[in-house]
């Protein structure tokens, strides 16, 4: 799904391993934002992991758009292939 406001949009991606049985939210924010990235995952009972990027400095998006695509190509492993004891 896609959300648009202004010169931003934003990406809301689920994803889940049924196998795991977990589920989670992706949510990348495009455009001039302090925190492009933001996500959880959860198993439903039991344990939650809620994670976000940060800039601490104003961000040109065409300059972070590299790290930014590294890092959600990361997210959305850890998010499908984590598992809990």
Known sequence: MVIKSGISRI???GVGN???HTTGVLYHLEGPVATPIQFF???STDHFLRGSLYF????NSDSTAPVTDRLLKDIEQLMSTISWN
Do not use: F, H, Q
């Open 18 to 20: 049924s196998v795991k």
């Open 56 to 59: 601490d400095r104003a961000i």
């Open 41 to 43: 995952v959860t198993d």
């Open 11 to 13: 990406r809301v991606e």
